[in-house]
């Protein structure tokens, strides 16, 4: 059975930092991703990364604050997030796509984690 299990969510000042990590139990993914939904809004991709190759990509929005790594011998990917905006706000979620697809299109994935609350205070 496929199960993405994340943990390091919690809440800190803007500015502050927090890492989430996600463990992939059951298959090995060509990619992984994260994702966030704030109350009222869709759920929009913030960074995806390829395991072989660590090919990243990023939302506009995180550029230059967020980094997406992955541990391939713990089957682990970890989004680093550094000044932390109050938009950043959010349950963040750890998707795995269905097929080989790399990018940030929610649509295209179907394995998701249960979620970690991230909550940035002004």
């Known amino acids: 059975q496929v199960q993405l299990v994340e943990s390091g969510g919690g809440s800190v000042q803007a500015g502050g930092s927090l890492t989430l990590s996600c463990e992939a139990h059951?298959?090995?993914?060509?990619?992984m991703g994260w994702f966030r939904q704030a109350p009222g809004k869709e759920r929009e991709g913030v960074a995806a990364?390829?395991?072989?190759?660590?090919?990243?990509i990023y939302a506009d929005s995180v550029k230059e604050r967020f980094t997406i790594s992955r541990d391939n011998t713990k089957m682990r990917v970890y989004l680093q997030m550094n000044s932390l905006k109050p938009e950043d706000s959010a349950m963040y979620y750890c998707g795995a796509p269905a097929l080989n697809y790399f990018g940030l299109r929610v649509s295209r994935y179907n394995a998701w984690g249960q979620g970690t609350q991230v909550t940035v205070s002004s």
């Open positions: 059951g298959k090995t993914y060509y990619s």
């Open positions: 990364i390829t395991t072989g190759g660590g090919r990243t």
